[in-house]
């Protein structure tokens, strides 16, 4: 069973209530639990939470309705759901970060984060982007992680490539993004566009 650590990425860890989480020096962060989908919809934190001005999101309903829709497709794999971005000094939800769904066959999956408009710019988005991707790519069956963001979002494309995603291009008008784990014995593989 993983271990939950402080004082750099952690593997996973199971907190008293259930919930996936993973730890950086700065960040928690907090798998949201089948029970707060519901409440967090409807705008209402759960108990003892601090969200920053403008959480959630757009983005982070929209996330939310995503792992709702696998949970009830009974497409819900544990750990590959949406996590609240605590920040550990103060204790407030600033954003989220999480997969679009668990791996494929092939043992690739898809990330999607966001913050609040003033955490932005302070290199959370990469630290919780580098824990997540370091713990999924942790896991037998998965292979690659990949993101996607429009081509003019510079920031979040920034974010990518210092989290050590590899820049694939342009594909259906979206930027295209990828990280795989190397194989043992191996130097890192070049990137190639999905599909090719």
């Known amino acids: 069973m993983p271990r939950r650590r402080t ?37 209402r934190p759960a108990a003892g939470a601090r969200w920053a001005e403008g959480y959630p999101s757009e983005g982070t309903l929209g996330g939310l309705a995503l792992v709702a829709r696998m949970f009830l497709a009974d497409a819900y794999r544990p750990g590959f759901g949406l996590y609240q971005i605590v920040v550990r000094d103060g204790g407030e939800t ?5 997969f679009h769904s668990a791996p494929d066959e092939n043992g690739s999956v898809e990330i999607g984060y966001g913050l609040v408009e003033t955490y932005r710019g302070r290199g959370i988005a990469t630290e919780a982007t580098r824990a997540l991707t370091t713990w999924a790519l942790g896991l037998p069956g998965v292979a690659e992680v990949r993101a996607e963001t429009d081509p003019g979002h510079l920031p979040s494309q920034r974010v990518l490539l210092k989290a050590g995603f590899r820049d694939v291009g342009l594909d259906g008008g979206m930027h295209r993004f990828v990280l795989r784990r190397p194989l043992p014995g191996t130097a890192p593989r070049e990137a190639s566009p999905r599909g090719t």
């Open 7 to 43: 004082g750099g990425t952690a593997p996973a860890g199971t907190a008293a209530d259930g919930g996936n989480v993973l730890t950086t020096p700065r960040l928690t962060l907090r798998e949201v639990r089948p029970e707060e989908i519901g409440p967090l919809l409807k705008g």
């Open 94 to 98: 600033v954003g989220d970060i999480g």
